[in-house]
């Protein structure tokens, strides 16, 4: 049975990291912020979702194709909402693929930090992550909603 895994977590909370150490030979990586950056390349952080929900669809409908082939998947969307967890998981378990959420959880402190670092990469043009301004952080942060303990298949404390 094919299985897809969910990459739930909060801003720079190493969800992509995490979702590269679960990648092998029988799976792949679809990442709405990797198809947006390679899409949208110049605009920021708050920009992207505007057009997020257009890049979600469409890789949502390319992970069924590929489940349907045998391919494992990783989602690493980030899961913000509790309503978005639910449907993923209702549309690829209806279908009889096996559902994973996984949470990357790390402190506000760990958090912080990572973010200057990304964002001096960025700056110096050693990266092509998005850039989260201190507004952007603070105006997305409180958009994260907690998952309940029930929903976490594999909780991941990040540090």
């Not at 201190?134 to 409180?142: C, G, Q, S, T, V």
């Not at 958009?143 to 298949?153: A, G, I, T, W």
Request: glycine residues 4%; aromatic residues 12%; contains cysteine.
């Amino acid at each position: 049975m094919t299985k897809i895994i969910l990459i739930c977590g909060k801003l720079c909370s190493g969800k992509s990291i995490y979702a590269e150490k679960l990648k092998n030979n029988h799976s792949v990586i679809l990442s709405t912020d990797k198809l947006m950056r390679d899409v949208f390349a110049h605009e920021r952080c708050l920009e992207h979702f505007s057009k997020l929900a257009r890049a979600q669809s469409y890789l949502y409908d390319l992970a069924e194709c590929l489940l349907d082939v045998g391919v494992d998947v990783v989602l690493d969307f980030g899961f913000w909402k509790q309503s978005d967890r639910a449907f993923a998981k209702s549309r690829f378990s209806a279908k009889g693929h096996n559902v994973e959420l996984h949470f990357t959880d790390v402190d506000d402190a760990t958090r912080a930090q990572w973010i200057k670092a990304r964002n001096e990469l960025i700056d110096n043009g050693q990266s092509l992550e998005y850039y989260i301004s201190e507004e952007a952080f603070h105006r997305l942060d409180p958009m994260f909603e907690y998952p309940d303990p029930q929903e976490v298949d594999v909780y991941v404390k990040r540090q």
